[in-house]
T-cell receptor
Framework: KQEVTQIPAALSVPEGENLVLNCSFT??????LQWFRQDPGKGLTSLLLIQSSQREQTSGRLNASLDKSSGRSTLYIAASQPGDSATYLCAVSSNNNDMRFGAGTRLTVKP | DAGVTQSPTHLIKTRGQQVTLRCSPK?????VSWYQQALGQGPQFIFQ???????QRGNFPDRFSGHQFPNYSSELNVNALLLGDSALYLC??????????FGSGTRLTVV
């Protein structure tokens, strides 16, 4: 059974800092990994999708990497802004095509 | 291009009642997955529907059931509601090994 863990559970940084969120998974036989953003009480917004054959994906100030062999992914946020404050969720899709989530990292960016 | 649509957005039910939640997938997507998200936790996989059949199921009791229609839309039914069923219910659609697109969710409160 796929287990997904995210560290840290919460993170508070001053505006302008670069930061890294971590995600680990137990079964390396994945199809893809997806990072989502969730604002309080809202649904999930997809940030980046990395297919199993890829090593990284970039979108604006966001960069996500994937190391299947070690079961790890990182989400790098450059020049953080208060608007980046949200919960960030990592999710892994395995060979049975269902997606399993970590518990998320709650990010607060202080002005 | 319409994304994933869920209805209703909010719902209040009494213990023991039954509830039906609805989901219309993103245009072109043929797979629908349902998740339960309790406050402060990551989404938990309930089940996934493909070609009108339940393809995968998470660790949820039989009180949780679903259906997928020929137009790929889906319903989640929960019988004999418990207080612990109070949560945000998220629907996601996908196609083959592509990423998931989530709806805004239905907030269910059981009193």
């Amino acid at each position: 059974k796929q287990e997904v863990t995210q560290i840290p559970a919460a993170l508070s940084v001053p505006e302008g800092e670069n930061l890294v969120l971590n995600c680990s998974f137990t079964d390396s036989a994945i199809y893809n990994l997806q990072w989502f953003r969730q604002d309080p009480g809202k649904g999930l917004t997809s940030l980046l999708l990395i297919q199993s054959s890829q090593r990284e994906q970039t979108s604006g100030r966001l960069n996500a990497s994937l190391d299947k062999s070690s079961g790890r992914s990182t989400l790098y946020i450059a020049a953080s802004q208060p608007g980046d404050s949200a919960t960030y969720l990592c999710a892994v899709s395995s060979n049975n095509n269902d997606m399993r989530f970590g518990a998320g990292t709650r990010l607060t960016v202080k002005p | 291009d319409a994304g994933v649509t869920q209805s209703p957005t909010h719902l209040i039910k009494t213990r023991g009642q039954q509830v039906t939640l609805r989901c219309s997938p993103k245009s072109g997507h043929d797979t629908v997955s349902w998740y339960q998200q309790a406050l402060g936790q990551g989404p938990q996989f309930i089940f996934q529907y493909y070609e009108e059949e339940e393809r995968q199921r998470g660790n949820f009791p039989d009180r949780f059931s679903g259906h997928q229609f020929p137009n790929y839309s889906s319903e989640l039914n929960v019988n004999a509601l418990l207080l612990g069923d109070s949560a945000l219910y998220l629907c996601a659609s996908s196609l083959a090994q592509g990423g998931y697109t989530f709806g805004s969710g239905t907030r269910l409160t059981v009193v």
